[in-house]
Nanobody, 125 residues
Framework: QVQLVESGGGLVQAGDSLRLSCAAS????????MGWFRQEPGKEREFVST????????YYADSVKGRFTISRDNAKNTVYLRMNSLKPEDTAVYYC??????????????????WGQGTQVTVSS
């Protein structure tokens, strides 16, 4: 069982930066690939990024590539999402998720076993 708690969301202006954190409790955090997703009201949950269990491999959605950076600190049981050059279209609830895997996490939400409650990111123009 893994419990995930996101933090770091907020209201920012276009061009600003934010760092989201996702703290995990439970066993064997380093056994899990981690992913970040986002969801706007009335829309499907969208893949943002994933990182392998030791952080050697990462993958990003085209919409955030070059602006967002995913990282993890297994000693702190935490995964991060650094978001730079934020745009209004980045506005969404951001979720972290865990998938038991030695590789990257899947790109579809249904592939993840555990989810956090989400944190709101709002980018004003």
């Amino acid at each position: 069982q893994v419990q995930l708690v996101e933090s770091g969301g907020g209201l920012v202006q276009a061009g600003d930066s934010l760092r989201l954190s996702c703290a995990a409790s439970g066993r064997a955090f380093s056994s899990y690939a981690m992913g970040w997703f986002r969801q706007e009201p009335g829309k499907e949950r969208e893949f943002v990024s994933t990182i392998s269990r030791f952080g050697y491999n990462t993958y990003y959605a085209d919409s955030v590539k070059g602006r967002f950076t995913i990282s993890r600190d297994n000693a702190k049981n935490t995964v991060y999402l650094r978001m730079n050059s934020l745009k209004p279209e980045d506005t969404a609830v951001y979720y972290c998720a865990a998938h038991l895997s030695s590789g990257l996490g899947p790109l579809l939400p249904k592939g993840y076993e555990y989810w956090g409650q989400g944190t709101q990111v709002t980018v004003s123009s």
